[in-house]
């Protein structure tokens, strides 16, 4: 039976058909873009093409002839490269891709047959026959390279040397190049071990790098304790850099040992002017009078002015204190009825009873004002007795005039001619500082030692003996050390550089104050003193200030320890005070010092003495203030 030509013709017009439909193919692929419009106009009409076995399937093997029979391809437009969407058994897809247009190169998108996607998608960037093997490209065209990532500085282990100072300064005196390591393909930044310029020294280096070896300016220098550096006498020096080394400091002053009583001035440099010394005190107390310097060197007296020893306008006295600007300068003295004072000049002057000539202006004329004291110049210290009077001057000599029946001017001779006018002490030099009694003086040396003369009744030259007067000075034993002294009616005390106190001669009231009421032929330790700043003496007592306290011991008969009895003591008592900063004693009576015009006094208020603005109580015998 032969076949039906209707069933025989259409297979063998489906095989040419199919075969003419590949050579199209092939042709679009050797052109690119030739499908770019046609695409539009193609229809799916496989959908319509049935298989010619009437329901049985395709032949294995054979090509599809027409369109695939299923969706439109919606993948990523191909030209020329098979699609990898839903796969194609053996036939190029005619239709179109609807993203970006590769040229040559496999799609990443849905899987085409035959051919492998090599690198990542390629979003927006068309790659020229270059397969992408770096990170997605976003916006950046690559041609014809391989994007490996950002550049490499150099080689993992890799050095250099490196400079980040002026350049000017390279290799020149100190400094020096560093190194800069590679680490991870990048250099480091960071010059390791180099040294720049710096400020230059004195070590014979050139530290700045400015080829000067030491080019320094000179220097401010100091080399006492840091905090007495521009206080009171102290001041810095100047040095100079040679060759990597400090000249001396040249110009500075340091710290002295102890003061230069007299002269107001802070030698030792610890804020206190005169400390120590007992005669430097800003307080100059006689036996009915007294008068204080404040900070800024005006005098200020009280009490009785009977010969003029304040220089007030009347001898009635002021039981207040009054300007007296006749004693205004850089220390007191006082004596009975008599003062004098250091001004500014250096010059000495004085006022009040002048009946043994204790003025020394070469009369006995009593004055009720200040007169300059006969050929007396560069003064540093100053202290009056009982009617004799002694200054230093320069060099560290000693001269005296007034009252001489004990040769407590360090003189033999007798009358006017002999104490009217200053006589020099033979056989004294480096004297700082001067004590005087009723009869007797002392002088301390600036190596530390003390020599007395004049009267010994009672020991209180400190030789060891009583009885007979001496006109030559002599050194006091076994005494060493010593940063000032004070001298009563008939004793004397010293202040060692240890804080403790040394007392000699008359103990009738215990103002030797060792404990007993025996006079003393040499000196003894007051007992308990510790850490004392400065030293007072009156007629037959003393005080001491150490910490801001005052403890006074002796005659206590108008309460002049200020303890709150009229009981005499052998040894110190403390009183209520706190914070005192300076202090004085007068024959009876004591006052103190805190701050400012805040001023104490306590004992005889005879004659207003204490400085209270009245002459009643007739005393205390605890500390008043004084009505400034």
């Not at 060759?243 to 107001?264: D, H, K, M, Q």
């Not at 009358?415 to 056989?427: E, F, I, K, Y």
């Not at 004793?491 to 403790?500: K, P, S, V």
Request: aromatic share 4%.
């Amino acid at each position: 039976m032969y076949p039906d030509r209707r069933d025989r013709t259409p297979r063998r017009s489906l095989l040419a058909l199919a075969a003419a439909l590949t050579m199209v193919g092939a042709c679009a692929r050797a052109t690119e873009g030739s499908l770019d419009g046609d695409d539009a106009m193609v229809t799916d009409d496989d959908a319509r093409v049935t298989d010619d076995d009437a329901g049985e399937e395709p032949d294995v093997g054979a090509a599809d002839v027409g369109f695939d029979v299923g969706a439109l391809d919606t993948g990523p437009r191909d030209a020329g490269v098979p699609d990898t969407g839903a796969r194609d058994v053996g036939v190029p897809d005619a239709g179109f891709d609807a993203g970006p247009r590769d040229v040559g190169v496999p799609d990443t998108g849905v899987r085409d047959v035959g051919v492998v996607d090599a690198g990542p998608r390629d979003t927006g960037v068309r790659d020229v026959g270059v397969v992408d093997t770096g990170p997605r490209d976003t916006g950046v065209r690559d041609v014809g390279v391989v994007d490996t990532g950002p550049p490499v500085e150099c080689a993992a282990g890799a050095s250099r040397f490196c400079y980040t100072g002026p350049a000017a300064t390279r290799l020149v005196g100190t400094c020096a190049d560093g190194v800069e390591q590679c680490a991870a393909g990048r250099w480091s930044g960071r010059c390791e071990g180099e040294r720049t310029p710096a400020a230059e020294t004195c070590n014979n280096l050139d530290d700045d790098c400015d080829r000067r070896v030491d080019d320094l300016a000179a220097s401010t220098c100091y080399s006492g304790p840091t905090a007495t550096r521009a206080v009171g006498a102290c001041r810095a020096g100047t040095r100079t850099c040679t060759a990597g080394t400090w000249s001396t400091c040249a110009g500075e002053v340091l710290p002295a040992a102890a003061e230069v009583c007299g002269n107001a001035v802070d030698e030792d440099c610890n804020g206190s002017v005169d400390d120590g010394c007992a005669g430097a005190s800003r307080f100059a107390q006689g036996n009915v009078h007294a008068c204080w310097l404040d900070d800024s060197a005006r005098a200020w007296c009280w009490g009785g002015n009977f010969y003029g020893q304040t220089t007030f306008t009347t001898t009635g006295g002021s039981p207040s204190p009054v300007r007296a600007p006749s004693f205004d300068g850089l220390a007191l003295a006082a004596g009975e009825y008599f003062g004098c004072v250091i001004r500014s000049d250096r010059t000495l002057h004085c006022a009040g009873l002048n009946d043994s000539g204790q003025i020394g202006d070469g009369s006995t004329t009593d004055r009720m004002d200040t007169v300059p004291v006969v050929g007396l110049t560069g003064v540093t210290a100053v202290a009056a007795g009982y009617k004799h009077a002694c200054a230093v001057v320069a060099g560290g000599a000693v001269r005296c005039w007034g009252l001489n029946d004990r040769r407590q001017l360090g003189a033999t001779c007798t009358g006017t001619d002999c104490n009217a006018r200053p006589l020099a002490v033979a056989g004294l030099s480096g004297v700082t500082q001067l004590a005087l009694g009723n009869r007797h003086s002392c002088a301390l040396r600036s190596d530390g030692t003390v020599a007395c003369w004049g009267d010994n009744a009672n020991g209180e030259l400190g030789l060891g003996t009583v009885g007979t007067a001496m006109a030559a000075p002599a050194t006091v034993p076994g005494l060493s050390g010593v940063r000032a002294i004070e001298a009563g009616i008939s004793h004397t005390c010293a202040l060692l550089g240890d804080g403790t106190v040394r007392c000699w001669g008359a103990n009738t009231y215990g103002q030797v104050g060792d404990g007993t009421m025996v006079d003393q032929g040499s000196p003894r330790a007051v007992i308990g003193l510790r850490g004392v700043e400065r030293l007072v003496v009156g007629m037959h007592h003393g005080c001491a200030l150490a910490a801001g306290r005052v403890s006074c011991w002796g005659y206590n008969s108008n309460g002049q320890l200020g303890d709150g009895t009229t009981v005499s003591r052998a040894t110190p008592l403390m009183t209520s005070l706190v914070g005192i900063t300076d202090l004085g004693a007068g024959y009876w009576h004591t006052c103190a010092r805190s701050t400012g015009t805040t001023v104490w006094c306590w004992g005889w208020n005879l004659a207003g003495m204490l400085g209270i603005g009245a002459t009643t109580p007739a005393q205390s015998t605890t500390p008043l203030r004084v009505a400034f």
